[in-house]
């Protein structure tokens, strides 16, 4: 396979290109393409240019709104929320982003949440901001059910991340986690199919709720949380902090992420 | 075996007079005994009289301090931050409870840590009354290191439980999970041995840090994140909350909590 080296600003620059093709605004498409760099940096595939496309088709089929302003509110002296307007997640953070570090810096804490909004993509990218600011960042988010509670069959959760920065005395990262709360992300399952090799047990079960090892079946069924039961608290932890907190859809009546028709993700 | 019947009050009541005896005051008795109450109400052996021994004897060794009054803090508008000093959890938590709440409703959030203290024995039992003021409450606590990173063999990490609860309309608990970071508790690690059973791949390493099924390999060795890196992670989330934002000892330097000689837990 030939290798071809991509500079990273030069990705952030062809992707805010496309995202302005499509109808994005300059300030919209900079926030997002911000973050597909970033991505691309840190070989997280699927949060990279990977999902150009479908963040393109989605502005092109107005799923997304490119060009809508978030509004930020101060909902308590402890809290700031932003309304996304079914807009991308990244420019609705940035919107906020100042008022919740100066929030948190004056209050010792701060509740900051984003309704109304596409995916967020990579929850990291979101909390590493917060602890270059010098400040201990944990995130959540929902993402359409897949995954079914220990016993059952029928996909309740997402597979809803939960992230954690803690900064280093020079306000950079020091230590960052950024996982899902299912066993393994679907992608992964998706792969296996595509290269016909089976799954570990543990990962999936198929639509009956038994457990296989096949990823066809695996793909029909549902995920299992990571660490059975636990990994569903933790689940059910992130859902209710972003969606039950936030007045978003909760992750059994989210829609697929990368469909391109229909009503807004409203994540 | 015959069986006898007690009423929770019965237990309160003589939990209270034991601790009492043994040089709690009346006021920090009553708030451990309570504690007690609630987890065999709920069931929760581990948390219940099985303790009061241990509770009873670090009195009488003066390892935890029985009539201590905690000192709570407001460091900042949105946080309130209780220092035990070394005595009981329990009532430091009562002491600064009424602030705690008041805080959150007043800004819509509060960090509130309890520093320098004995064991908080069950997460729940905190959280749980936090969800009866119709607030929904998150909890995390460190313990003795007995968890080792994935492919490690040294144990950095507690059972580092977390906790939520979430209140119902008419202030109860509407929802509440209370699960260690380890695969599993180490009790039933110990109940294993004791039977001479073998305990399922994926809960300990012996002290070469390879998998094992013996439940004596596994006590000599270390116990397991619940789903691999991914229980892992949350146990470093619990860990630097309950340590790193507390001052108080990190899990690798806490000593086993039941040892009636030596310095204060410091939790």
Same mark, same amino acid.
């Given at each position: 396979?030939?290798?071809?080296?991509?500079?990273?600003?030069?990705?952030?620059?062809?992707?805010?290109?496309?995202?302005?093709?499509?109808?994005?605004?300059? &300030?919209?498409?900079?926030?997002?393409?911000?973050?597909?760099?970033?991505?691309?940096?840190? +070989? +997280?595939?699927?949060?990279?240019?990977?999902?150009?496309?479908?963040?393109?088709?989605?502005?092109?089929?107005?799923?997304?709104?490119?060009?809508?302003?978030?509004?930020?509110?101060? %909902?308590?002296?402890?809290?700031?929320?932003?309304?996304?307007?079914?807009?991308?997640?990244?420019?609705?953070?940035?919107?906020?982003?100042?008022?919740?570090? &100066?929030?948190? &810096?004056?209050?010792?804490?701060?509740?900051?949440?984003?309704?109304?909004?596409?995916?967020?993509?990579?929850?990291?990218?979101?909390?590493?901001?917060?602890?270059?600011?010098?400040?201990?960042?944990?995130?959540?988010?929902?993402? @359409?059910?897949?995954?079914?509670?220990?016993?059952?069959?029928?996909?309740?959760?997402?597979?809803?991340?939960?992230?954690?920065?803690? @900064?280093?005395?020079?306000?950079?990262?020091?230590?960052?986690?950024?996982?899902?709360?299912?066993?393994?992300?679907?992608?992964?399952i998706r792969m296996a199919a595509?290269?016909?090799e089976s799954i570990?047990?543990?990962?999936a079960?198929?639509?009956?709720?038994? %457990?296989?090892t096949d990823p066809n079946k695996a793909l029909?069924?549902?995920?299992?949380?990571?660490?059975?039961?636990?990994?569903?608290?933790?689940?059910?932890?992130?859902?209710?902090?972003?969606?039950?907190?936030?007045?978003?859809?909760?992750?059994?009546?989210? %829609?697929?992420?990368?469909?391109?028709?229909?009503?807004?993700?409203?994540?």
């Amino acid at each position: 396979m030939n290798k071809i080296t991509v500079k990273l600003e030069d990705i952030k620059a062809q992707t805010q290109k496309a995202l302005v093709n499509h109808g994005a605004s300059e &300030r919209v498409a900079e926030s997002v393409a911000e973050a597909v760099k970033v991505a691309e940096a840190e +070989n +997280n595939k699927v949060c990279g240019l990977y999902y150009l496309e479908s963040y393109c088709n989605q502005l092109k089929s107005n799923r997304v709104d490119g060009s809508v302003m978030s509004e930020v509110k101060k %909902p308590s002296n402890s809290s700031v929320y932003v309304d996304a307007k079914n807009g991308f997640a990244q420019p609705a953070f940035a919107a906020g982003f100042e008022m919740a570090v &100066r929030t948190a &810096r004056e209050n010792g804490i701060c509740l900051f949440t984003i309704a109304h909004s596409h995916t967020c993509t990579s929850m990291g990218f979101f909390t590493s901001q917060i602890a270059k600011k010098g400040l201990l960042g944990i995130g959540a988010t929902v993402a @359409p059910a897949c995954v079914s509670p220990p016993g059952g069959n029928k996909p309740l959760l997402g597979t809803n991340p939960i992230s954690m920065s803690v @900064p280093s005395k020079n306000n950079d990262v020091a230590f960052q986690f950024d996982q899902s709360t299912s066993a393994i992300a679907i992608g992964k399952i998706r792969m296996a199919a595509s290269n016909g090799e089976s799954i570990p047990e543990g990962w999936a079960v198929d639509k009956e709720g038994k %457990p296989t090892t096949d990823p066809n079946k695996a793909l029909e069924g549902s995920l299992l949380s990571s660490g059975g039961y636990k990994g569903f608290g933790f689940g059910l932890m992130a859902e209710l902090l972003a969606s039950a907190l936030t007045g978003s859809l909760s992750s059994v009546n989210a %829609p697929p992420l990368k469909t391109t028709e229909g009503a807004p993700h409203d994540l």
